[in-house]
């Protein structure tokens, strides 16, 4: 069903192409992995679905005063890439991501299984990493689950995370293994369960996490949306109940997308062919975008 139009409320989205030489705020990149996900997904539909989500909601933060975030910022959408999947697909990946971070000052990728954190970090030169994840991802191979030790161990030299400048935030009891927790922990990643969001609050947490990862100068987000309750998340094959809320999510999003280190983040395991009728999941996942716009903007 069509959307209402009313020229006094303009809606998110539907934001233009990057130009040739001309700086933005930020830019809206489509990087659908799907084909070594863990669990079967339809996460390469997932980056149109999120556009198409975009518009139902405006771009104004309400202040006081208002603003509109359209007004404030120059927002691109460089499309998705094609196939990025596979060694030759994370390459183009990388390489789409490297171009728009070189005239943007936030490359916003729509995933996509959790495998393009790999191509997306990369690609904007990050040297810091805080995840919002229920999950570790420290698996070995190649698959949604192995993104962020890929980042430690697999990245060409010059672009590898030192894993002690590596957060993450919300890993959760019983969606995870002691063998991986121990991986973590010997790395010295800093691990933030989500029993630990909770005790000590979104402000703590996220001036800790930005400590730690902006020990370098460049820090990419990853905003795994499998971190909030399954009521809230159920087009994330992993989310499990007791999850994040998603309020929690979008406070975190935005809190830590205003410190200017951040120059990336990536929105993952969304399979928008498996979400509610109501499509809830992907609507999360189209304000985790305007809560990053939101964030840039008040930098």
Not at 29 to 34: K, R
Request: charged share 25%.
């Amino acid at each position: 069903m069509a959307l209402s139009h009313d020229e006094l409320w303009p809606r998110a989205g539907s934001w233009p192409a990057p130009v040739a030489g001309e700086k933005a705020d930020a830019a809206i990149l489509g990087i659908p992995t799907w084909r070594t996900s863990l669990s079967p997904t339809g996460a390469h539909a997932t980056p149109a679905a999120i556009r198409d989500a975009l518009p139902r909601y405006s771009a104004t933060l309400m202040g006081p005063p208002a603003v509109d975030l359209n007004q404030v910022l120059r927002i691109v959408d460089a499309g998705d890439v094609h196939e990025p999947d596979g060694d030759e697909g994370v390459e183009r990946a990388v390489a789409a991501v490297r171009e728009l971070a070189e005239q943007t000052r936030l490359v916003i990728a729509l995933g996509g299984d959790n495998s393009l954190t790999y191509p997306a970090a990369r690609g904007a030169g990050a040297d810091g990493l805080i995840t919002l994840d229920a999950h570790f991802d420290l698996r070995d191979g190649v698959s949604n689950g192995t993104p962020v030790r890929r980042l430690v161990q697999d990245a060409p030299d010059g672009e590898r995370i030192d894993p002690t400048r590596i957060v993450q935030i919300g890993i959760a009891d019983f969606a995870n293994s002691a063998a991986y927790a121990q991986r973590a922990a010997e790395w010295g990643i800093r691990v933030i369960t989500l029993d630990e969001v909770r005790e000590k609050g979104v402000a703590a947490v996220v001036a800790e996490a930005l400590a730690v990862a902006g020990a370098g100068s460049r820090i990419h987000l990853d905003i795994d949306v499998d971190v909030v309750d399954r009521s809230i998340a159920p087009g994330c094959p992993a989310s499990v109940p007791g999850g994040l809320a998603a309020g929690e999510l979008r406070a975190l999003v935005r809190a830590i997308a205003a410190d200017e280190k951040v120059v990336s983040a990536d929105i993952a395991e969304v399979d928008a062919t498996a979400d509610a009728d109501d499509a809830r999941t992907v609507r999360l996942a189209a304000l985790c975008v305007l809560e990053l716009l939101a964030g840039l903007a008040s930098r």
